[in-house]
């Protein structure tokens, strides 16, 4: 069942704030393209507002509520959001079902881990205290040195809509648990969930400013997030187009970013595998989250002794699935967030159609779904590396499919490629996984699977899939600034310029 969707206002120093402009726009359900609420629009107004109040977090009281309390009482908030969420679980989960389309199985999966990585970032946060003025060892005895670990202060975090609430946490998490205050910018295309967070976040007492959540259109909210003279870090998860023009705002300012981008990750199958579980990965490994995932392994490298029996077999794996509103039982594939996202898809298929591949198998809408953005699970074969569809991003549910005889040239195949975010390899020699993860270029390689992901390891990219990794420690790192303090404790004077007292 379908539920109501709250209505909120923007979270700004603690309280919902009506927008200074007061506009509002609409939420669309991909999976029914009715209207089912409205959410506030932010604006430059708003952003001075939110960093303002962020800044204020970091100083009230001296630092000592926030930015230089102990991680151990930073790490109480984040449970406490973890705890909130977690009994919240169910109704978070449907609420992302009907903002973006993804099933609802996986979409609780998604809250869960939510829950997961505050905790673990709350683990981390008590962590820092003991790893706080870590001895650096010098050359010279008459000095000592060691290392401060500071939160950067006030981070702009924007966030894409594929995985709404998740994708902020990434990055909440870990910037409160460094100490950092933080404005949250969500994609306007799914911002439920995060405006649920807000909700949260005032529940148990999160003290004022410390998160402040904006939503809005991105040139509106996220670029005067970007260019603000006051906020010291952007962490941006997004598209590589978006993720540029960010880069060059902050570079006017020398702001640092982390960037975590698109990508067209390839899964390399072997001749020695398993059909059928090689089968489920890949499907899994592109379908998944309807196939908007930043890592979709959506360029399925095969070699030849096994090409033809390997897709028939994942043809008949994608026959099987079941496309749904998002909120029927055993939905496994919903629709594309929105109008215009589900537009791109459908031309990339017609472009790939008119440059001479075949659409293997879906490629349309299917027929027992009369309303939603729904596309088929489509596979494309007779693919050469220099058509559009080998090559960009779809962000939609669309393999596309080569051959390979060698090992030498499944690798030159999966590395020919601008970005870098994931890889899979599949085979049952595992020395040969090993060697193939080595050698592709990407800041993922999963072996025998795709997609799995973990909070505690690191993720994102090399080439135009971005730079920076979130998750883990690698995480903590991105809200932390390094400094080094170094004391002279010989009793002796410097000597290096004669002492006028012996003139
Ligand atoms: N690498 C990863 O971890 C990862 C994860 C999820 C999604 N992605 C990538 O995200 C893209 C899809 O997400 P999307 O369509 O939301 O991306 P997008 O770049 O259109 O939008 C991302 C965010 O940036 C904001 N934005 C847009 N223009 C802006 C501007 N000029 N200044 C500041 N902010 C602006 C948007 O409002 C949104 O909040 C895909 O390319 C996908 O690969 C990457
Ligand atoms: N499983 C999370 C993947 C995030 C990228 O889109
Ligand atoms: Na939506």
């Excluded at 008590?126 to 050359?139: I, M, N, T, Y």
């Excluded at 950092?180 to 999160?206: D, F, M, N, Q």
């Excluded at 982390?258 to 579980?277: N, T």
């Excluded at 390997?310 to 029927?328: A, C, G, M, Q």
Aim: hydrophobic share 40%.
């Amino acid at each position: 069942m379908a539920l109501q969707v709250p209505s909120r206002q923007l979270f700004i120093d603690g309280e919902w704030r009506e927008p200074v402009l007061k506009n509002r726009f609409p939420i669309v359900n991909p999976a029914t393209e009715q209207i089912i609420g409205d959410i506030p629009a932010a604006t430059s107004e708003d952003v001075d507002l939110a960093v303002a109040a962020a800044r204020r977090a970091l100083s009230r009281n001296k630092g000592k509520d926030w930015a230089s309390a102990s991680g151990a009482v930073r790490a109480k908030y984040l449970r406490a959001i973890a705890a909130k969420i977690t009994e919240r679980k169910t109704e978070l989960g449907k609420l992302e079902a009907m903002d973006c389309g993804k099933p609802l199985d996986e979409a609780v999966w998604d809250i869960e881990d939510v829950a997961g990585c505050f905790e673990y970032y709350a683990d981390l946060a008590e962590g820092l205290d003991a790893k706080q003025k870590a001895a650096v060892s010098l050359p010279m005895e008459t000095f000592k040195s060691y290392v401060l670990k500071e939160p950067i202060g006030v981070v702009g975090l924007i966030t894409p809509w594929n995985y709404p609430l998740l994708m902020a946490t990434w990055k909440v998490a870990p910037a409160l648990a460094a100490g950092c205050a933080a404005i949250l910018k969500p994609s306007e295309l799914a911002s439920i969930t995060c405006l649920e967070l807000a909700e949260v976040c005032r529940e148990v007492g999160l003290p004022p400013g410390v998160l402040n959540i904006l939503t809005g259109l991105g040139p509106e909210a996220g670029a005067p997030l970007a260019s603000h003279p006051n906020v010291d870090k952007i962490a941006f998860t997004g598209s590589t187009t978006t993720g540029s023009k960010i880069m060059t705002a902050a570079a006017q300012m020398v702001k640092p970013v982390s960037l975590e981008l698109g990508g067209k990750s390839p899964i390399i199958v072997f001749e020695d595998v398993d059909l059928d579980k090689a089968a489920e990965w890949t499907a899994f490994g592109c379908f998944w989250t309807n196939g908007q995932i930043c890592s979709a392994t959506s360029r399925l490298i095969v070699h030849e002794k096994i090409a033809k029996e390997f897709v028939d077999r994942l043809v008949k794996w994608t026959k099987n699935i079941k496309i749904s509103d998002p909120l029927e039982e055993g939905c496994r594939l919903g629709p594309i967030v929105s109008g215009g996202q589900y537009e791109k898809v459908l031309k990339f298929i017609s472009t790939a159609k008119s440059e001479g591949a075949t659409i293997l198998s879906g490629g349309v809408r299917p027929e027992h779904l009369k309303k939603g953005f729904f596309v088929e699970p489509t596979i494309i074969t007779d693919v050469t590396t220099s058509m559009q569809i080998w090559r960009e991003e779809v962000f939609g549910p669309v393999l596309c499919v080569k051959t390979f005889s060698t090992e030498e040239e499944a690798l030159e195949l999966a590395n020919d490629t601008h970005y870098g975010l994931g890889a899979a390899v599949i085979s049952n020699d595992l020395e040969r996984c090993d060697r193939v993860s080595k050698e592709l270029q990407a800041g993922i390689v999963w072996i025998n699977c795709s997609q799995p992901c973990f909070c505690q390891a690191p993720w994102g990219g090399n080439k135009r899939s971005g730079f920076g990794r979130e998750l883990g420690e690698w995480g903590l790192e991105n809200y932390l600034s390094v400094k080094q303090v170094t004391q002279y404790i010989s009793d002796e004077p410097w000597g290096w310029y004669s002492s006028p007292s012996k003139l």
